[in-house]
């Protein structure tokens, strides 16, 4: 039996969302590799970096598509 991982196919969901939603994931993405890295709350650089390769695909797309600005 597989588990189902929200968020396994980030990137492959990233074309079908509005602007707003990508803005929405780049907060929650930037939060959580903060989170990740910070000393003192189980740093774990593993799911820094992955969240970190979230972020650039969620600005990736929001540069494809001109809307980069807050």
């Known amino acids: 039996m597989s588990r ?6 980030w990137s492959a969901e990233l074309t079908g ?6 803005r929405e994931r ?9 989170q990740a890295a910070a000393r ?3 740093r ?3 799911a820094a970096r992955d969240w970190r390769t979230k972020l ?3 600005e990736d ?3 494809r598509r ?3 600005e807050s």
């Open 40 to 42: 003192g709350t189980g």
């Open 56 to 58: 650039r695909a969620v």
């Open 26 to 34: 780049r907060d929650f993405a930037g939060r959580r590799a903060q």
């Open 44 to 46: 774990n650089p593993k």
């Open 4 to 9: 189902w991982k929200p968020y396994d196919n």
């Open 61 to 63: 797309e929001l540069r």
């Open 66 to 68: 001109g809307a980069e």
């Open 17 to 22: 969302l509005t602007v707003e939603q990508l």
